[in-house]
Each structure stands twice: as structure tokens, then as C-alpha cells.
């Protein structure tokens, strides 16, 4: 979920402005809330996960890093292992609560992008959390 801000404390998602796939012109802070459903089956093994910014054409989206014009994609790599609490029905799926803060990025008025999470570097894997950057119109919407 895009949000204006959130945090993941004690296996719950705190989230400020959620549910929006709107944003700007003006760069604002952003933030991507996730809970994943870990299958029993899969508990106390480690998982590498990888947000992503990529533009509408899956290329990721960059910014300049230093005066030498070099530049670093938007990504976050994590890793993480659910385990079972004690007394919990054997079944049961676990819970992965993740919050991730972003400072506003000069995006482009008038695009689309799309944050992708990725689980251990599997296509099958991958979600898809696509948003629009407002055009510099008055109005306020999207161009058709």
C-alpha cells in the first residue's frame, strides 16, 4: 500500500494518508507499507526481499548521486525470517509487517510508476504497486 508515511512495530502496520495511487506534482514523502502471509511451511527460513522504483517502462528510476554525474537506482534490500510463536495453531500463517519511508523525489509530472517487491529474486514472486505523478495542470488530474 503507497502512503504518506507508516511504521511496522510489534507485527502491525501504522499508517498516515494510505490507499493512494495519486501523487504531486510537487515532490511529497511517501511510503510503501507491506504485510506478506508467510506459509507455515516456510517459517524460521530466510527471505531476501527487494523494493524497487521502476518507471512505466520497467526501467528503474535513478538519481544523480554525486558531482560526477554518476547515479543510483531507488531500491531497498532486505531480508527477514518469520517464526512461530509458542501455542500457535499449526497451520496457522505467519504474519511479515514492513514499513519503508521515502523523502520526496523530483518524480516527473505526468508519469506512471511502480514500486515492485521482489521475494528471493523470483518473477513469480514480484508484486506490482503502480502510481501516477499529477501533471503541472491547474486541475489536478492526470492527462488522459
Known amino acids: 500500500m ?6 511496522a512495530v510489534g507485527g502491525k502496520l501504522y499508517v ?7 501523487t504531486g506534482p510537487q515532490p511529497a514523502p511517501m511510503a510503501v507499507a507491506m504485510k506478506l502471509s ?3 511451511s516456510d517459517a524460521n ?3 531476501n526481499v527487494k523494493l524497487a522504483l521502476v518507471d512505466a517502462d520497467g526501467h528503474p528510476v535513478q538519481f544523480p548521486t554525486g558531482p560526477e554525474g554518476s547515479q543510483q537506482s531507488v531500491e ?6 518469520a517464526g ?3 501455542g ?3 497451520g496457522t500463517p505467519l504474519d511479515g509487517c514492513f514499513a519503508v519511508n521515502f523523502p520526496p523525489m523530483p518524480l516527473a509530472p505526468g508519469s506512471r510508476y511502480e514500486w515492485r ?3 528471493d529474486g523470483r518473477c513469480e514472486d514480484t508484486w506490482r504497486v503502480p502510481f501516477s505523478v499529477r501533471s503541472g495542470d491547474p486541475s489536478g488530474f492526470p492527462p488522459a
Not at 503507497?2 to 511504521?7: F, G, I, R, V
Open 45 to 47: 527460513r530466510r527471505f
Open 84 to 86: 512461530r510463536p509458542a
Open 76 to 81: 531497498v534490500p532486505f531480508a527477514f525470517e
Open 2 to 7: 503507497l502512503c504518506d508515511s507508516a511504521q
Open 88 to 90: 500457535l495453531v499449526p
Open 38 to 40: 508467510i506459509p507455515w
Open 117 to 119: 517487491v521482489e521475494v
Open 16 to 22: 498516515l494518508g494510505g490507499g493512494w495511487s495519486i
